[in-house]
Nanobody, 126 residues
């Protein structure tokens, strides 16, 4: 059974850091692009970052560029999202998702992804 499980969320003060993990089971991430999305109350789900399966090509939303970093460890079948310089507007439920693609492509559109985790809450507040 294909499953994605996010972890690492929590409460952090503005300017702080968190590292989210997305662990896959039931399939290998080697052939999947992984995207990180977030959804704040009353807002649409936003594509934050993604990473390709082959050469680790990455993409970021403008709102997180320079602050967030996505990486993958295929040996651990896990993708990470390092979040630095967090702001209150980063508060949301964060989801990871998998898309079976080839090559160096990844996308940040929700419709591209077939498999989703259950989400982890990130709250940035003083």
């Amino acid at each position: 059974q294909l499953q994605l499980v996010e972890s690492g969320g929590g409460l952090v003060q503005p300017g702080g850091s968190l590292r989210l993990s997305c662990a896959a089971s039931g399939f290998t991430l080697d052939y999947y692009a992984i995207g990180w999305f977030r959804q704040a109350p009353g807002k649409d789900r936003e594509g934050v970052s993604c990473i390709s399966p082959s050469d680790g090509t990455t993409d970021y939303a403008d709102s997180v560029k320079g602050r967030f970093s996505i990486s993958r460890d295929n040996a651990k079948n896990t993708v990470y999202l390092q979040m630095n310089s967090l702001k209150p507007e980063d508060t949301a439920v964060y989801y990871c998702a998998a898309d079976a693609v080839l090559g160096s492509y990844c996308g940040r559109r929700r419709s591209e992804y077939d498999h989703w985790g259950q989400g982890t809450q990130v709250t940035v507040s003083s």
